[in-house]
């Protein structure tokens, strides 16, 4: 094993895109931010210098951080923001764990461009893949390209001015010649392949908007892993991938020699009333042996997209993956110590005190809600890690984040809540500041139940410092009496990233073995930023080997302000 370094200078910097220039805060002057490339087993040093005028941290996402919570970047929970002209070094190991993971910036929509892939290879070298040996690995980021600050946009999120768009998607950095600049089109992400060789995608959607699907014409995948666990070969021509979500697929290059785009187009709600634009990317996967004509290459094949509002295509792929059955796979505990039932839904919340009754008036805004409550930080100095560590008084304004929602109704219907919200539909809410605590090893189940008012989307919740077991998916109401026979206890996917179906529900089982203060939420930013969000802590074990270790001092120095700053 090795120790490997990385700086990331985080700054602003000019980019054009659809004839306008934008300042882009980037790292190492790169969009997407740089790739790292680790082996199974080796330590991580990356030294994060702020020269941007945001305040960042950069959260490892999927990265177990096993017995070190204190490293995983998320900002005011596990440590304070890296102010301007400050810096901070991230130390953490990567064991236990192969595959595509990715880093992003996890402080206000900074990560809309501050984001990279995080591949971890195997520790016995590439023949050791439980798949073919690729002749080729190719990362490929889809993200977004926003025409606003972003920092501003989470200001509007929060405020539930959620009427902003991305102007468009991207595949690797480019939009693609769907797009256009008066005339002139956008470079598209070009991939060369040579006949008769496999490629590994490994595929990373850093969207804060969208979940996409990917295709590509007459190409098929080979699903080998989601989330850096390895799943039992699934052959699909539709990958569908949801914000916060990886996946690794091999790619044949077994079609006539040619041009073939590659395709990610933007899965969206059935929302009649509102035309929504399309938000597609395209790159080209082209032959080292295409064919040239006399009047030069021939144009590229399209591959057919699924309509943008299948929403069903994201279940039927998700619900085909299953881990593979390797030695390395944890062992689904039989059975759960304690069970929650967490709506995803919408409310409505007073700006002022608690008279106004109604959603569409003026004096009430949208949240995203679980159990009924809106997450919030709480209003303190100290990083929550940090006052959990220390027992200090902060933790006393968390709110426990209720075991089932406050009303039970029938929470998919469709007929009763059309797209809305409208006036006098959403239910009235609060704020809290919701946590949940768990003792260590505790075997925890959770079904996520979606509401007809968050019909929009399928909802990626994501967990952070543990893997979960996904046991079953289903469409409309979860009823435990029917449900938990479909549970999937020998091969279910382990992810850190659970789908949950538009008007339906998942269920997942996870081992709390992870002491500290860890984040779940919603990965749409704008569910995030809006409220789907809890705190989940996990005690110390009866040990030292199982207890969260005192934090590095350089955090110390972080959270009080005494960073070195560099020349
Ligand atoms: Cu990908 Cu809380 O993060």
């Known amino acids: 094993t090795a120790v490997v370094e990385h700086t990331f200078v985080v700054s602003e910097m000019n980019m054009t895109h659809l004839c306008k220039e934008m300042l882009v805060t980037v790292v190492n002057g790169q969009f997407p931010g740089p790739m790292i490339e680790v082996t199974e087993g080796d330590s991580l040093v990356v030294h994060v210098v702020n020269k941007s005028p945001h305040n960042i941290t ?157 295709k590509i014409a007459g190409h098929k995948f080979t699903v080998v892993a989601t989330d850096a666990n390895y799943v039992n070969p699934y052959t699909t021509d539709i990958i569908a991938i949801a914000p916060g979500e990886t996946i690794d697929a091999l790619v044949v290059a077994d079609a006539p020699p040619g041009g073939y785009y590659i395709t990610a187009l933007a899965n969206q709600s059935p929302k009649p009333d509102h035309q929504m634009p399309k938000f597609v990317t395209r790159g080209t996967v082209w032959y080292s042996t295409r064919h040239v004509s006399s009047n030069g290459t021939a144009p590229p094949v399209a591959p057919e997209m699924p309509d943008q509002h299948d929403t069903m295509a994201t279940f039927y792929f998700h619900g085909n993956l299953t881990s593979l059955n390797d ?73 426990e984040l209720p075991d089932r929602p406050p009303m039970v109704f029938n929470f998919t219907d469709r007929g009763l809540i059309p797209w809305g919200p409208k006036e006098g539909q959403l239910e009235p809410t609060s704020r809290g500041s919701l946590v949940r605590r768990f003792r260590h090893g505790a075997v925890v189940d959770i079904v996520f139940q979606g509401t007809a008012v968050m019909q929009s989307a399928s909802n990626p ?97 972080c959270n009080h302000g005494h960073h070195v700053v560099p020349n």
């Open 58 to 214: 950069i959260h490892w996402h999927g990265v177990k951080q096993l017995l070190n919570c204190w490293a995983d970047g998320v900002s005011m929970i596990t440590q304070s923001p890296i102010l301007p002209n400050q810096n901070f070094t991230y130390r953490f190991s990567v064991t236990g764990q192969e595959g595509t993971l990715w880093w992003h910036a996890h402080v206000t929509c900074l990560r809309a461009t501050l984001h990279g892939a995080f591949i971890i290879r195997p520790r016995h070298g590439a023949s050791s893949y439980p798949f073919p040996n690729p002749d080729k690995e190719v990362p490929i980021i889809i993200g977004e390209w926003w025409e606003m600050d972003l920092d501003e946009l989470d200001r509007r999120m929060r405020d539930s001015l959620f009427n902003d768009n991305p102007s468009g998607a991207t595949m690797n950095g480019k939009l693609g010649d769907l797009y256009n600049c008066s005339g002139a089109k956008e470079d598209g992400y070009v991939l060369n392949v040579e006949p008769g060789k496999t490629y590994l995608l490994r595929i990373i959607n850093a969207a804060l908007y969208s979940e996409y699907y990917i």
């Open 327 to 399: 030695t390395q796979q944890p062992l689904v505990p039989e059975r759960a110590d304690e069970s929650l039932f967490i709506t995803v839904g919408l409310g409505s919340i007073c700006r002022r005190g608690e008279t106004c009754k109604r959603s569409g008036s003026n004096e009430a805004i949208i949240v995203a809600t679980m159990n009924n409550v809106s997450f919030q930080l709480p209003d303190t100095n100290m990083p929550l890690l940090e006052a959990h560590y220390y027992h200090t008084g902060g933790m006393d304004v968390l709110q």
């Open 461 to 557: 919740m994501h967990l952070h410092g543990h893997n979960m077991f996904v046991l079953a998916q289903g469409v409309g109401n979860y009823d435990a009496a029917r449900d938990v026979a479909k549970y999937n206890l020998v091969d279910p996917p382990v992810r850190n990233s659970v789908v949950v179906p538009r008007i339906g529900w998942a269920a997942i089982r996870f081992v709390a073995d992870n002491p500290g203060v860890w984040f779940m939420h919603c990965h749409y930013e704008f569910h995030l930023s809006m409220g789907m969000a809890a705190i989940f802590i996990v005690e110390d074990g009866p040990t030292v080997e199982t207890s969260l270790p005192p934090p590095p001092l350089e955090l110390l120095a």
